[in-house]
């Protein structure tokens, strides 16, 4: 497997313990690397108020927009339960329209899971994942 990927799953997997999941128990974590080889984790940050809890792709996007990051050419995704192996976990719409913001159909999404005491990985482009993006 491609050394960037393997990086990257093991940035999202680091960064899924940071996890604030006090309702659901479900840690996520994302680990995006932009167009100039740098790399921004998230971690999901639940809230009381559903509406406001942010999912650790929209996190790890958000930090690299916040540097002056404006194009993303991969983002690996790893979730599952608190104090479980993690499992394959697909970004949800929100994520998928927002990455759409910084990516582009090639967008690779790499999804990994570690489920059967073996670590696997899932690659997707967003043009997969979201074949009709809403743009301006």
Known sequence: MEKIIVD???SAIEARKNAYVRYSHFQVGAAVLCDDGSIYTGCNVENASYGATICAERVAITKAVSEGKRRIIKIA???????RPVSKTMPCGICRQFLSEFGSKETEIIL???EDSMLKYYLYTLGELLPEVFSL
Not at 77 to 83: L, Q, R, S
Request: glycine share 24%.
């Open 8 to 10: 990257l799953v093991n």
């Open 77 to 83: 995704i790893v979730g599952g339960p608190a104090g």
């Open 112 to 114: 990994a899971s570690t």
